[in-house]
């Protein structure tokens, strides 16, 4: 998306000069951002997106080995690991203070790190999520710490650290990955869906407290991309993760172009194929001053799954 392109185009039209644009234009030049879960899957895809838009970049999540490996990768002068389990306020605290303690500031929040939660399938039924009946209140509990209340943790801190910046009217853009499983229901395990749709509801009334300090918040929801997460959902039938809180076993070339096949299966659009890359994609554009008149926005990144009536049940 290039804003500058629209206004060249009404500004030509008009007979006017046309701005010349800079020739190495980065969508985040300056710019000090956060990635909680940032170590594989869409939050990696995320961190290169605005690394290479000319962030700064520290990579908050709970797989160490992941996270400095990547972090490494790209460099240590724009990119940093700090560990944080995003359900735990104190480490939330810590990777907002390590960010601004090494770069100075923090201008955007993305609140990716998600889990999708175990769930009992109902007995005997084949169907793809669990039974409400044989609903386990520990994961259920589990679930919501770590998608809605760890989005929380970061808001509040990632608020706190922008409103001390320029006297309290610093700016900043925070955007939380929900999930299409936030829009409608029977897309993922009970818990999931109850945290994605919460996530949605916290991002809207994040939005219209803190727009009055120029702080914008936004979600994007994705429909399926072949990460670990649903490649291992998918290997247990859609009830969920295989290891509590770890990661979980390798996913091979063949299982992710399997998932792919799924995904495009069910998709509304056909033709392209959802990509980690796309939901960076759009993330970079909410976290960009490209979006800076959009707040309380859930970008929807689907290809019309969500606007269909014949979603998957
Ligand atoms: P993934 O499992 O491949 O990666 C998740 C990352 O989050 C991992 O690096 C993991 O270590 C980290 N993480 C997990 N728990 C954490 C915690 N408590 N604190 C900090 N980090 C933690 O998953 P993904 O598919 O890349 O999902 C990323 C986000 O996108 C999630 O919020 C997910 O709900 C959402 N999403 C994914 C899909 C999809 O199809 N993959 C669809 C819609 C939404």
Not at 2 to 18: M, W, Y
Not at 235 to 256: F, I, K, L, T, Y
Request: hydrophobic letters at 45%; aromatic letters at 2%; one cysteine or more.
């Amino acid at each position: 998306v290039t804003l500058g392109a629209t206004h060249n185009n009404a500004a030509a039209a008009a007979g006017a000069a046309v701005p010349v644009q800079p020739q190495q234009h980065r969508r985040l030049e300056g710019k000090v951002a956060i990635v909680t879960g940032g170590a594989r899957g869409i939050g990696e895809a995320i961190v290169r997106a605005f690394v290479l838009q000319g962030a700064r970049v520290v990579i908050a999540d709970i797989d160490d080995a992941a996270g400095e490996a990547l972090a490494a990768a790209l460099g240590g002068a724009c990119c940093s690991y700090v560990h944080c389990d995003v359900s735990v306020e104190a480490d939330v605290e810590r990777a907002v203070g390590c960010c601004v303690a090494r770069y100075g500031r923090l201008d955007v929040l993305c609140n990716n790190a998600g889990v999708l939660g175990r769930q009992a399938p109902p007995a005997g039924t084949g169907a793809k999520s669990g039974g409400i009946a044989s609903l386990d209140a520990a994961e259920f509990d589990r679930v919501l710490r770590v998608n809605t209340l760890g989005a929380a943790l970061g808001m509040k801190h990632a608020a706190r650290a922008m409103l001390q910046r320029r006297g309290g009217c610093g700016g900043g853009s925070i955007v939380s990955v929900a999930s299409v499983a936030g829009v409608l229901g029977g897309m993922g395990p009970h818990a999931y869906t109850a945290s994605k749709h919460a996530l949605v509801g916290l991002t809207k009334n994040a939005a219209c407290e803190l727009g009055e300090h120029g702080i914008r918040v936004n979600c994007v929801s994705p429909f399926g991309v072949a990460t670990p997460m649903l490649v291992n959902a998918w290997r247990h039938g859609n009830h969920g993760e295989d290891e509590e809180g770890g990661a979980p076993a390798p996913v091979s070339a063949e299982e992710v172009e399997k998932a792919e096949e799924m995904v495009r299966g069910m998709a509304t659009l056909k033709g392209p194929t959802l990509r980690a890359d796309d939901i960076a994609e759009a993330a970079l554009f909410l976290a960009s001053d490209e979006s800076g008149y959009i707040s309380g926005h859930n970008l929807v990144v689907d290809g019309g799954v969500t606007t269909s009536r014949n979603v998957i049940g």
